[in-house]
């Protein structure tokens, strides 16, 4: 699945951004853009035409150069699972914490603080 992290802080495209938006592949999927400073929802959107997503990263880095907090200006962008894992008909989000503590020999310790969330409603892609 692609994501990518895409960077406001400069007014220009780096070589990666630019691979990103001219890979022929991504055009025909649906793109979900999360701020990588918010925890919840609250700054979550959907995109579904590919030349909208360049317009908007375009617009973005060109109004945000002057704003002086970095995190605010990095956003998540990756391709939106249209055939989730679905329980009943809802959608779920599983958070594990998991720490590597040596990859040779593969050493992994896993805490059992995660959580399992079900969504509210039940889970529909002509609603998005």
């Not at 720490?99 to 995660?114: A, K």
Request: proline share 3%; aromatic share 18%; net charge positive.
């Amino acid at each position: 699945m692609p994501s990518f992290v895409i960077d406001f802080n400069l007014n220009y495209f780096t070589e990666k951004e630019m691979e990103f938006f001219n890979n022929p592949k991504n055009i025909d999927l649906i793109w979900i853009i999360k701020s990588a400073k918010d925890k919840n929802s609250s700054r979550i959107f959907l995109e579904n035409k590919f030349s909208d997503l360049f317009l908007w990263a375009y617009n973005m880095k060109n109004s945000n150069i002057k704003n002086k907090n970095k995190a605010k200006n990095r956003y998540v962008i990756s391709q939106y699972l249209e055939n989730p894992y679905l329980i009943n008909n809802r959608k779920i989000n599983i958070r594990i914490y998991i720490y590597v503590v040596c990859y040779n020999p593969l050493f992994i310790v896993y805490h059992r603080g995660g959580f399992v969330k079900l969504a509210k409603f039940e889970y529909d892609l002509k609603d998005i």
